[in-house]
């Protein structure tokens, strides 16, 4: 992304509020956030998003400024930041989930789609320079 991790992690922290992928899907058509709202850091043991008004999963780590990992619906998703040359940052996320094989084949494509449109809104938001300053 080109934006340094500290503007990255402000959006990241946020994924508290709103899942950041196909909001008619995952957010019942709410829209998520597109401004940055004052939140603390996350803490380990709080909901780890918001998905159509009501608090999802819980995180399960957390180092400031560099990951976040959460779990919802039986999936561990860790999403980590890595500072680039340029002021720029990489964001990385996997998703483990322990099922048979059968739904894992359906989650993983679904999962690709939905984690796709995340990541790219992520980007737009982090790169956009919108919020309050750091």
């Not at 058509?29 to 999802?56: D, I, K, Y």
Request: aromatic content about 6%; glycine content about 12%.
């Amino acid at each position: 992304m080109d934006a340094p991790p500290f503007a990255v992690w402000r959006w990241v922290a946020q994924i508290r509020l709103a899942p950041y992928s196909y909001d008619w899907i995952d957010n019942l058509g709410r829209r998520s956030p597109q401004r940055l709202v004052n939140l603390p850091e996350p803490v380990v043991g709080e909901a780890f998003t918001t998905a159509g008004g009501r608090r999802r999963g819980r995180i399960l780590a957390v180092d400031p400024g560099h990951h976040l990992t959460g779990e919802i619906m039986g999936a561990v998703l860790s999403y980590v930041l890595v500072p680039d040359a340029g002021n720029t940052t990489r964001l990385l996320l996997k998703v483990v989930m322990r099922t048979n094989p059968v739904i894992a084949l359906g989650g993983c494509l679904g999962g690709l789609v939905m984690a796709r449109r995340q990541l790219l809104n992520l980007k737009r938001l982090a790169e956009s320079g919108d919020g309050p300053a750091r």
